[in-house]
């Protein structure tokens, strides 16, 4: 895992993290907190549509989407969100947004193994996807914040992503030539700390994915999924088992299991939250949709790509005295391994927020794992 956090680092930061070094060998492989002096990568453009659909909801997932009643979907409410997502002036030194680490040409998730905040400073966990995170029943790996809107300002005051706080924040935006007038449209009073969080809520609402060749298989346009994908499709549900977890309309169950990944690691997982010793090393599962699109996986982004994932699952995971009952050796084939990443890859097509997502049959952003990563 190191080994692949450090090359991608360094095609990031080639400057290299020579100041990180005394600090990472203290802190064996984890390296949080590393910084780089090099340039802030760019940030990622706003390419969504001019205006974003807010009741439109893509075939195949089911309502309704968690919305406190305070907070009513409304097109103002969201299209401010949307600005705010897009917009550094959130971060202390102005070089960080949101779409930073929730990049929308990478699935809304980062490409770096953990998060890398502003000064470069490297944080602890994968940036997941926000897709579908309407349908959230508690955010973040370890679930640790209820809401959308509980969530939303937290990254601005984390010291290893953007490093400010509320009151600044809310005093750019008060001081801002375009942004009082928007919160006036949206909320009908000035910015403050809440209908900050309730704009960057409202946005993240809206941005869905559904739609898939799996979703028309199942509703009874049987010729959409070819023939390996279907043999997926089976495995999935009986001999990989991987639905007791990935299941419902967004391809989780919302809660949190120990499959190993990070097991004698400083980070534990759920259990940093409740205390409770049952939960060391859960995490909670994610949706699987638009999964092709967000290498690396899983909390630590320690595993590259999908075929590398199913291996994973294919040896029983790692092997610790928590790992969840439904995790076994799973004795797939090779053909097998391939029919699950077909089936992935399905169900990461369809209808996102930009409109219709295909993926390339060649140029797919889930590379043929390296050697090594899949035995035969
Ligand atoms: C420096 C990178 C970084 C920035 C900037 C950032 N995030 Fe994140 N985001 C993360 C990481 C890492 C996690 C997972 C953290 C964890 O689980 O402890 C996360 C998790 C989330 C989640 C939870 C997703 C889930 O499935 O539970 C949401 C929602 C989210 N971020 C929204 C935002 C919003 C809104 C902003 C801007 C205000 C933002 N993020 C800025 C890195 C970032
Ligand atoms: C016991 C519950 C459980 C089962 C069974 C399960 N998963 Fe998972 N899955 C999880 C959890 C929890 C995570 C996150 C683990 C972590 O990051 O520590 C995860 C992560 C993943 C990821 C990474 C997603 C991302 O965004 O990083 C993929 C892909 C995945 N699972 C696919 C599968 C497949 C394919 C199967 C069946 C072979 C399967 N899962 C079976 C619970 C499960």
């Not at 309730?198 to 999924?225: M, N």
């Not at 997926?232 to 991987?242: P, T």
């Not at 049952?278 to 790509?305: E, I």
Request: contains cysteine; charged residues 25%.
């Amino acid at each position: 895992m190191s080994g692949l956090l450090h090359t991608r680092l360094r095609g990031l930061w080639p400057c290299h993290a020579r100041a990180g070094v005394v600090l990472a060998l203290a802190l064996a492989s984890s390296g949080i907190g590393k910084s780089s002096a090099a340039r802030p990568p760019p940030l990622p453009r706003d390419m969504l549509p001019a205006s974003l659909d807010v009741d439109k909801l893509p075939r195949g997932l089911d309502g309704p989407r968690a919305m406190p009643p305070d907070n009513p979907l409304t097109s103002a409410r969201v299209e401010l969100g949307r600005k705010l997502f897009f917009d550094p002036l959130l971060s202390r030194d102005r070089t960080v947004a949101c779409a930073s680490c929730h990049d929308p040409s990478h699935g809304f998730a980062s490409r770096d193994p953990v998060a890398i905040g502003i000064e470069g400073k490297q944080g602890r966990r994968n940036a997941p996807t926000i897709l579908n995170r309407a349908f959230a029943a508690s955010l973040f790996w370890d679930g640790r914040q209820p809401t959308l809107e509980a969530q939303a300002t937290k990254p601005i005051e984390d010291p290893l992503e953007m490093a400010n706080t509320v009151e600044e924040v809310v005093r750019r935006l008060r001081a801002h030539a375009d942004y009082p007038a928007k919160f006036r449209a949206a909320f009908g009073e000035p910015p403050n700390a809440a209908n900050l969080a309730k704009s960057l809520a409202a946005f993240q609402r809206v941005l869905l994915l559904g739609a898939s060749r799996v979703d028309a298989f199942r509703a009874g346009e049987v010729t959409q999924l070819n023939e390996l994908e279907k043999h997926g499709l089976w495995l999935w549900e009986s001999k990989g088992a991987c639905w007791k977890c990935h299941s419902g309309p967004n391809f989780t169950d919302e809660q949190f299991h120990n499959t190993g990944v990070s097991w004698g690691s400083a980070d534990t997982g759920r259990d940093g939250v409740t205390r409770a010793d049952a939960d060391r090393g859960r995490f909670k599962t994610p949706t699987l949709r638009g999964v092709a699109w967000t290498a690396p996986y899983m909390h630590d982004g320690s595993v590259a790509t999908l075929e590398a994932v199913v291996e994973f699952y294919n040896k029983g995971g790692r092997a610790n005295p928590n790992l969840d009952a439904s995790i076994k050796p799973l004795d797939l084939d090779a053909r097998e391994v391939r029919a699950l990443v077909a089936f992935l890859r399905a169900l990461s097509e369809g209808e996102g927020p930009a409109g219709p997502l295909n993926l390339p049959p060649q140029s797919a952003p889930a590379q043929p794992a390296k050697s090594g990563d899949a035995k035969k």
